[in-house]
């Protein structure tokens, strides 16, 4: 049995769907909200024969995947975030890259030569990563206007991916993808006006009007801190609402509080886009914190640390 393991969010969806388009194999899936990232454990060792996995920290799985390859099980692992310490085996191929500008489909597009670009272009969208996404289109000749589509495709895709648990989701993220496997290319999604696209843009549009009333907790020239209330509505946004900020202040840093079931909060970190780096410092020195240098955050913010959250991510980019 294969399993393809891949985070929730555009970038691990449209990574595998780049790999299946490519490479038909029929595997069980394990995904999930995009901040579910320890799935490896989920994968079964007895019946495991290969393991795929994609845009999935390393050094939070260090633990899995080393079992699954004492085990005599061969890995393809393929990621931007922080590794840890990478476990020394010949049964591991893994395909890292930490680089602020650069994400798990961007890889993928490599190891493929280019074969699906366009799903990878809309997944640079979706990471925030608009400018390096604006230079694959360049050099690929696109028009405007598909520009554009894939931008939101992008867009919609990721913010699908944020939420407490699946149910706050409008497509669970195996759902999602197996759903775009039928289209070889985009702009047949965006042809068919019935098609997921147009659902996710008119749940994009919605959330994103009630986000944009969000509380300012924080403001000033370095980086600014908004709070969204306990609801499915700003689970959703939590992070693109992030990148919407990012977008509007490139020289700032942001921080999205939302708050827990247990009064603690799920921060969402962007480095400012003109000074790509650090997201994943400032998130670390909290115990639930990671993520990657442009864009990271805290699972379980206790309330009392909010001031000391900010008083970091200040300090940090100041």
Same mark, same amino acid.
């Given at each position: 049995?294969?399993?393809?393991?891949?985070?929730?969010?555009?970038?691990?969806?449209?990574?595998?769907?780049?790999?299946?388009?490519?490479?038909?194999?029929?595997?069980?899936?394990?995904?999930? #909200?995009?901040?579910?990232?320890?799935?490896?454990?989920?994968?079964?060792? =007895?019946?495991?024969?290969?393991?795929?996995?994609?845009?999935?920290?390393?050094?939070?799985?260090?633990?899995?995947?080393?079992?699954?390859?004492?085990?005599?099980?061969?890995?393809?692992?393929?990621?931007?975030?922080?590794?840890?310490?990478?476990?020394?085996?010949?049964?591991?191929?893994?395909?890292?890259?930490?680089?602020?500008?650069?994400?798990?489909?961007?890889?993928?597009?490599?190891?493929? @030569?280019?074969?699906?670009?366009?799903?990878?272009?809309?997944?640079?969208?979706?990471?925030?990563?608009?400018?390096?996404?604006?230079?694959?289109?360049?050099?690929?000749?696109?028009?405007?206007?598909?520009? @554009?589509?894939?931008?939101?495709?992008?867009?919609? #895709?990721?913010?699908?991916?944020?939420?407490?648990?699946?149910?706050?989701?409008?497509?669970?993220?195996? =759902?999602?993808?197996?759903?775009?496997?039928?289209?070889?290319?985009? =702009?047949?999604?965006?042809?068919?006006?019935?098609?997921?696209?147009?659902?996710?843009?008119?749940?994009?549009?919605?959330?994103?009007?009630?986000?944009?009333?969000?509380?300012?907790?924080?403001?000033?020239?370095?980086?600014?801190?908004?709070?969204?209330?306990?609801? @499915?509505?700003?689970?959703?946004?939590?992070?693109?609402?992030?990148?919407?900020?990012?977008?509007?202040?490139?020289? @700032?840093?942001?921080?999205?509080?939302?708050?827990?079931?247990?009064?603690?909060?799920?921060?969402?970190?962007?480095?400012?886009?003109?000074?790509?780096?650090?997201?994943?410092?400032?998130?670390?020195?909290?115990?639930?914190?990671g993520g990657r240098a442009g864009a990271a955050g805290i699972?379980?913010?206790? =309330?009392?640390?909010?001031?000391?959250?900010?008083?970091?991510?200040?300090?940090?980019?100041?």
């Amino acid at each position: 049995m294969h399993y393809d393991v891949f985070n929730g969010d555009a970038d691990g969806i449209l990574a595998l769907l780049q790999l299946r388009l490519a490479e038909p194999k029929p595997s069980t899936l394990i995904t999930g #909200v995009k901040r579910d990232i320890a799935l490896l454990k989920q994968v079964d060792v =007895e019946l495991a024969q290969s393991v795929t996995v994609l845009d999935v920290s390393m050094e939070k799985n260090t633990e899995s995947l080393t079992a699954l390859l004492n085990d005599n099980i061969p890995v393809f692992y393929v990621d931007h975030h922080r590794t840890g310490d990478v476990p020394e085996s010949p049964l591991l191929t893994s395909l890292v890259n930490t680089s602020a500008d650069v994400c798990t489909s961007l890889l993928v597009n490599d190891y493929l @030569k280019g074969k699906h670009h366009l799903w990878a272009i809309a997944a640079a969208f979706g990471d925030n990563l608009k400018h390096v996404a604006a230079r694959h289109c360049l050099l690929n000749g696109l028009n405007e206007s598909l520009s @554009k589509q894939l931008e939101a495709l992008g867009t919609f #895709v990721n913010y699908n991916g944020y939420g407490r648990t699946t149910d706050d989701l409008h497509f669970h993220p195996a =759902e999602l993808y197996q759903q775009l496997l039928a289209y070889q290319h985009p =702009e047949n999604l965006f042809s068919q006006k019935s098609s997921l696209f147009y659902d996710l843009e008119s749940a994009y549009q919605q959330d994103m009007s009630m986000a944009n009333n969000a509380e300012v907790v924080f403001d000033n020239n370095v980086c600014k801190v908004v709070s969204l209330e306990d609801a @499915k509505w700003s689970r959703r946004v939590s992070g693109v609402f992030g990148n919407d900020l990012a977008n509007r202040s490139p020289d @700032k840093a942001h921080g999205v509080l939302t708050k827990n079931l247990d009064g603690t909060y799920t921060v969402s970190v962007r480095a400012p886009l003109n000074n790509k780096q650090g997201a994943d410092e400032v998130c670390i020195q909290f115990p639930t914190g990671g993520g990657r240098a442009g864009a990271a955050g805290i699972n379980a913010l206790p =309330e009392e640390q909010i001031e000391q959250f900010i008083s970091v991510l200040n300090n940090y980019y100041d």
